[in-house]
T-cell receptor
Framework: DAGVTQSPTHLIKTRGQQVTLRCSPK?????VSWYQQALGQGPQFIFQ???????QRGNFPDRFSGHQYPNYSSELNVNALLLGDSALYLC??????????????FGSGTQLSVL | AQSVSQHNHHVILSEAASLELGCNYS??????LFWYVQYPGQHLQLLLK??????LVKGIKGFEAEFIKSKFSFNLRKPSVQWSDTAEYFC?????????????FGSGTRLSIRP
């Protein structure tokens, strides 16, 4: 049973470019959330996707956008990259049923470096 | 705004020592509380969570945490640590009734255990 998979594992971009990160949720999960983890910090919630729609969003600018496909996989897109976007981007999946039973499963992340 | 403070950035202990990692949160309403752990080379995973009821919560691998509402604290404890407990530990909080995805993480505490 595959867990949460993310691709690519590492990525180097330059300022102003655009990037797309991908995530496949754990089998049976219908919800995908994205987090940004800067060096020495805890993960910060970017947004959550459920039923192909953005359901919740953290305090991130519109340069950060996403998509969820019918097979529940998801993409995170970041436009007009800034140096400060360099971070580990984590994807987590869950089954959005009973909130008290909801459990997040995290992927290994994509390390993005912006030069 | 919600926030989480973890007092210690790096804790070094010898095997069999007792552990207590501090966590304080700031939030004006009723909260859910979590501890996540990231072992070297592995994904973030849930250690334990508090939603309601008994403020003393037991998690995996002998860990427990106590919710003290008057102190806005949720400290993690283990009576006797093992070398395999070496990891990064994150305290997290979200508003009760909201999805587990939209959580605020602390900056983490790195735990090193000397064999």
């Amino acid at each position: 049973d595959a867990g949460v998979t993310q691709s690519p594992t590492h990525l180097i971009k330059t300022r102003g470019q655009q990037v797309t990160l991908r995530c496949s949720p754990k089998s049976g999960h219908d919800t995908v959330s994205w987090y940004q983890q800067a060096l020495g910090q805890g993960p910060q919630f970017i947004f959550q996707y459920y039923e192909e729609e953005e359901r919740q969003r953290g305090n991130f600018p519109d340069r950060f956008s996403g998509h969820q496909y019918p097979n529940y996989s998801s993409e995170l897109n970041v436009n007009a990259l800034l140096l400060g976007d360099s971070a580990l981007y984590l994807c987590a999946s869950s089954l959005l049923g009973q909130i008290t039973d909801e459990k997040l499963f995290f992927g290994s992340g994509t390390q993005l470096s912006v030069l | 705004a919600q926030s989480v403070s973890q007092h210690n950035h790096h804790v070094i202990l010898s095997e069999a020592a007792s552990l207590e990692l501090g966590c304080n949160y700031s939030y004006g309403g009723t909260v859910n509380l979590f501890w996540y752990v990231q072992y070297p080379g592995q994904h973030l995973q849930l250690l334990l969570k508090y939603f309601s009821g008994d403020p003393l919560v037991k998690g995996i691998k002998g860990f427990e945490a106590e919710f003290i509402k008057s102190k806005f604290s949720f400290n993690l404890r283990k009576p006797s640590v093992q070398w395999s407990d070496t990891a990064e530990y994150f305290c997290a909080v979200n508003a009760q009734g909201s999805s587990a995805s939209k959580i605020i993480f602390g900056s983490g505490t790195r735990l090193s255990i000397r064999p």
